[in-house]
């Protein structure tokens, strides 16, 4: 197996990813951050995608069917901002691209909308931006979920008008989190303590440059807090506009499969591909 060792920019960049605030299942933040290390290791150019072509899946580009139903993927951890290679093999998609993508559908004179989701989640930056782009397309939406739909992803997917999902696809994770490392232990077994100076009253701005202190704590508690009550908002209106009746036991940030996220309202069926597009078809001829 190959050893990587990273450089500045690179440690610099896991340190980003890790002090962001998400909404993504937990247990995927330190693969994603794995994997971007692993794409960053390699320069674009045809001999390294074919490298690279073993271990990722290429994201599809949107497009129009037959039907006039344009298609939309949602795949890997959802960001702000990333390079373009992230989205290009697959292991990111921003929310500037579902926005730009949803536009263009539009645009093009799409009758309806099929986003697909294979998504762990994502930054909380953004999300808000991306979940209005679908909730307010103005053409009728739904969601097929093939695989991970949880945290940001399925606040997306919450703002259409129907969602399918497989039986084995893992959907919900409803909530914020946001976690750091604390290192003063080991730091101070080495012998280093770290000082900082702020200015007069900003008592705040050493939040992570130091361990947080209570008052520190107590802000990043809040911010959480107001996350997941947006979160928690957007997916009752958008479930609620679909005509589903949600089970109190979503709201403790779980992730079901199958026929038990059906019956907790967070999809509406369970199928295939095929059968989400025959329902989206449905809802247009409505």
């Known amino acids: ?61 949107a497009f129009m069917d037959g039907d006039g139903i344009a ?10 901002k990333a390079p373009a290679i992230y989205e290009k093999w697959g292991l990111a998609t921003t929310y500037n691209t579902i926005i730009n993508e949803s536009a263009a559908a539009k645009q093009h004179g799409a009758r309806g909308i099929l986003y697909t989701f294979d998504s762990p989640g994502g930054t909380v930056s953004g999300v808000v931006e991306g979940g209005a782009s679908i909730m307010d397309a103005g053409i009728p939406t739904a969601a097929f979920c093939s695989g991970l739909t949880c945290s940001a992803a399925y606040w ?54 130091l361990e947080p202190d209570e008052a520190q704590t107590e802000f990043l508690q809040d911010g959480i807090n107001e996350a997941g009550a947006q979160f928690r908002a957007h997916v009752q209106s958008g479930r609620t506009k679909a005509g589903t009746e949600l089970n109190s036991e979503i709201w403790r940030a779980g992730w079901y499969s199958g026929a038990k996220a059906g019956n907790l309202g967070l999809v509406d069926d369970i199928g295939t591909l095929e059968d989400a597009c025959k329902t989206l078809i449905s809802m247009i001829q409505q």
């Open 1 to 61: 197996m190959k050893t990587i060792t990273p450089t500045v920019a690179q440690l610099r960049m896991l340190a980003s990813i890790k002090g962001e605030t998400w909404m993504i299942r937990p247990d995927m933040v330190q693969s994603f951050a794995l994997s971007a290390l692993e794409i960053g290791d390699h320069r674009a150019g045809s001999a390294e995608d074919d490298y690279l072509s073993n271990f990722y899946t290429k994201r599809i580009g």
């Open 71 to 80: 298609h939309i993927e949602v795949r890997g951890a959802l960001l702000n």
């Open 156 to 209: 997306l997917a919450s703002g259409t008008g129907h969602i399918t999902a497989t039986p084995s696809a893992i959907v919900g994770n409803i909530g914020a989190i946001i976690s750091w490392a604390d290192c003063s232990a080991f730091w101070e077994e080495m012998g280093v303590e770290f000082k900082a100076l702020v200015s007069e009253g900003a008592d705040l701005k050493s939040t992570f440059h």
